[in-house]
């Protein structure tokens, strides 16, 4: 059985950094993309960055340079970290893994960036 769980989300303030992580269970990361989406109330959910199987990485325009994404296999977890925040990157932050067609999401963690 597949699951991922996220964590480490919570308020900060503008400016402030957080990092989420995602553990993962019943994939492989030699095999999956890992990637991070987040969603706005009324909003379509939007990808924020991905990590594919060999490690390389890509961001979204509006977090680029602020946000890093990265993975530990030996522990099965990916986490985002998150620089500079602003009021914007308030949502709530769901991890997927996809290989193909295949795809699973966890339950999502909210960030709230305010002061």
């Known amino acids: 059985q597949v699951q991922l769980v996220e964590s480490g989300g919570g308020l900060v303030q503008p400016g402030g950094s957080l990092r989420l992580s995602c553990a993962a269970s019943?994939?492989?990361?030699?095999?999956?993309?890992l990637n991070w989406y987040r969603q706005v109330p009324g909003k379509q959910r939007e990808w924020v960055a991905t990590?594919?199987?060999?490690?390389?990485?890509t961001f979204a325009d509006p977090v680029k340079g602020r946000f890093t994404i990265s993975k530990a296999s030996t522990e099965n977890t990916v986490w985002l970290q998150m620089n500079s925040l602003k009021p914007e990157d308030t949502a709530v932050y769901y991890c997927?893994?996809?290989?193909?067609?295949?795809?699973?999401w966890g339950q999502g963690t909210q960030v709230t960036v305010s002061s």
């Open positions: 997927n893994a996809q290989w193909r067609t295949i795809v699973y």
């Open positions: 019943g994939i492989s990361f030699s095999t999956y993309a």
């Open positions: 990590i594919n199987s060999g490690g390389s990485t």
